[in-house]
């Protein structure tokens, strides 16, 4: 039987070679509205990988629509670089399509050079604090125009296909919601009128680019809204869409900007929104695209042959590795290094301004400066410590022809990988572990178990060099009482090596001790398995589900001595993480000092007051320390060696794998 994954698809006259399609993703590439190297170089290496149709953007249609850093589709200036972008993804074996989207409210007004941004209604944005101004019917009705240029300018740059953005809370779809949308013209009140935007606008740009130009929409399958317009408000414009023919295919997003439902990080089950897409292709006769979270071959294959769907988008999986498609399709998916969903180099990366990388991926971004060229001599290279800063320094060691050991102390690679996978919805950092243990079994790379690296092993196997990743260690704080026996470590916790009792207070609201509260607040707790069959045998109602699946057999509470829980988590995962400590229960304490550790408990110190808290159980979660005990011994014996991940500082996943890479790149 023919692969469903492999098989080709027509979206209007557009014949697609596989059901894979790149979703467009905001990447800080772009400089000026210009497309630079970078962004041709990142989009040149996914059409070599394979995707079948990869859409770039978003690109603005004018001034307000997006920032300097959104690829520019709003002037013929900007023809060049798209022309340069599309045969960069077409030459190299891809169809090319561009998102073409406006940012209303949801654009900050630094970077509009000081501009407000508009929005359907002079509605308060929590996503950007700032109060848009209301548009003008003249102006709905130019940028209705500006859509339609802007599509006919990317036809004309060799672009295959046209995709509107009409989710996420942009300008679009904040027309289509009456949380948003509060005008009394004709483009407000009814739900007719609310989508009267959109459905003029999607007119205009078919009547831009022709009948046989694949137009796109990528809408919400749902809002996420309390009071928006919900899944079925957004069937009911699919239908509209879809009767109305001026477009091609649906691509199902899922939720607002500023939603408070997890949308796209590791806590989201894989594929969990995929029943929008089936909802909605169960009532259109075009194309449905579902996406989110779908990042293993299996999965995918499964959605289309089981008529989710008609196409997948893959975003961040091509990020992790852009040659997902073709591994899958000659028979090598256990080669691919898989998105783990950490938000660490991607969505991290845009709060902060800087342009998209990886953590799984060191090469994401910089496609051409990361080449790994062959040594001129090969080396004998020692890697001390299989952690991710480990197996990632040997592989690219290895690629660059070096002979390459690997010792690990203990009999599993992955170090710490594993204790940030320990709680509910961190799994998938075990499956980069995973990832990463099998491109060393690739290369050939000998991994030495249960061996711990001293001075005589260094002397007897005399490498050229060493790259020392030996990691860190759980860090003691000098409080009184750390001698009783009810004191554990966070790491052990994690590590499923000590058991805790119902009264459980931990010293250290940073992420590790964040990640142990929601361990154990899932002691009790319900399985997805379970709820799915109490649900569909009505054992109990929904609110008693809800209630056994969130709340667990243990009373749990986080003391932190600064005024912020969670500060090193990012920006991307922190806020729905401390959202799952408060659905479950986890109280916090922060500006809190650990006076000291009694039998009972321990007494802590709030603004000059002490208390003392009941704890059957008291868990360490207070750091780290470096740990690099052979560094002395290389300096003293004139051996080269490079110290990468916590061994030099302890940081983040992502800053081990990178550091690892460079290590070996450099070597």
């Known amino acids: 039987m023919k692969d469903p994954l492999f098989e080709s698809i027509r979206i209007n006259t557009l014949k697609i070679k596989n059901r894979i399609n790149m979703p467009a993703m905001h990447l ?75 940012g209303g409210r949801q654009m900050p007004s630094m970077f509009l050079g000081g501009k407000k941004p508009v929005a359907p209604s002079a509605l308060p944005c929590k996503l950007t604090r700032e109060t848009p101004r209301a548009l003008e019917r003249e102006e709905i009705q130019q940028i209705v125009k500006h859509f339609a240029r802007a599509a006919r300018r990317v036809k004309q740059a060799g672009f295959d296909a046209v995709e509107v953005l009409c989710a996420a809370g942009y300008l679009l779809s ?5 949380l948003t949308n509060q005008r009394d013209d004709e483009y407000g009140g009814s739900t007719e009128n609310r989508m009267r935007f959109g459905v003029d606008l999607i007119e205009a740009v078919r009547n831009a680019v022709g009948t046989d130009f694949p137009v796109i929409v990528r809408m919400n399958g749902n809002d996420l809204m309390p009071g928006g317009l919900g899944r079925l408000g957004m069937l009911d414009f699919a239908k509209t869409l879809a009767k109305n023919g001026c477009v091609d295919a649906l691509h ?155 010792y690990e102390k203990t009999g599993r690679l992955g170090g710490q990988l594993h204790l940030a996978a320990a709680p509910p919805g961190r799994e998938e950092f075990t499956e980069l572990a995973t990832d990463l243990e099998k491109q060393l ?77 929601l361990l154990l607040a899932d002691r009790g707790t319900l399985s997805g398995d379970a709820v799915k069959f109490l649900m569909a045998n009505t054992v109990e109602t929904p609110e008693y589900l809800v209630e056994i699946s969130t709340r667990g057999t243990k009373e749990i509470i986080l003391i932190e001595m600064i005024d912020t829980i969670g500060k090193d988590i990012g920006k991307s995962t922190r806020w729905a993480m401390l959202q799952e400590l408060d659905r479950r229960g986890v109280k916090t304490k922060v500006a809190t000092t650990a006076l000291r550790i009694t039998e009972n408990g321990l007494t802590v110190e709030h603004m000059g007051k002490s208390k003392e808290i ?18 002395d011994v290389l300096e003293r014996k004139g051996i080269p060696f490079q110290v990468v991940g916590d061994a030099g500082q302890v940081a983040k996943a992502f800053e081990a794998v990178h550091q690892g890479f460079a290590a070996g790149k450099t070597i």
């Open 252 to 406: 199902i997003n899922i939720g607002w900007h500023e939603a408070r439902v997890p949308q796209i990080t590791s806590s989201v089950p894989r594929a969990a929104y995929a029943y929008l897409a089936r909802g909605i292709r169960e009532q259109v006769n075009i194309p449905v695209i579902a996406a989110h979270r779908i990042n293993v071959p299996s999965l995918a294959r499964d959605l289309i042959a089981d008529g989710m769907c008609d196409l997948v988008a893959i975003g961040r999986g091509l990020i992790a590795d852009p040659y997902f498609p073709e591994k899958a399709r000659e028979g090598r998916e256990d080669e691919i290094i898989h998105c783990i969903a950490c938000a660490q180099g991607c969505f991290d990366h845009i709060f902060k301004g800087k342009p998209v990388e990886c953590l799984c991926n060191p090469r994401a971004g910089h496609e051409t400066e990361n080449c790994l060229e062959q040594a001129a001599r090969p080396k004998r290279v020692m890697v001390v410590g299989g952690g991710p800063a480990g197996m990632s320094a040997a592989a690219a060691a290895a690629d660059r022809g070096h002979n390459v050991t690997l």
């Open 174 to 178: 904040s027309f289509l919601s009456p």
């Open 441 to 517: 079994a690739i290369r050939g790379i000998p991994v030495v178990f249960e061996q711990t690296v001293d001075e005589n092993l260094i002397e007897k196997e005399k490498p050229d060099c060493v790259v020392l990743a030996t990691g860190a260690t759980p860090m003691e704080p000098a409080i009184p009482g750390m001698e009783h026996v009810h004191v554990v470590q966070a790491w052990d916790v994690l590590g499923g090596k000590t058991l805790t009792g119902r009264r459980v207070a931990i010293i250290g609201g940073g992420a590790v001790g964040v990640e142990t509260a």
């Open 28 to 102: 800080n590439m772009a400089r000026n509205y210009e497309v630079t190297d970078q962004l041709v170089d990142f989009y040149a290496e996914r059409a070599r990988g394979g995707a079948g149709m990869i859409t770039v953007g978003y690109a603005t249609v004018d001034d307000l629509s997006g920032g300097p850093k959104n690829i520019g589709a709003h002037d013929d200036t900007f023809l060049p670089g798209l022309t340069r972008l599309a045969a960069a993804i077409t030459e190299n074996g891809a169809r090319a399509a561009v998102q073409l989207n406006h």
């Open 614 to 631: 009941p704890a059957d159980t008291v868990v360490i979660a207070a750091g780290s320390n470096s740990y690099n005990p052979l560094q």
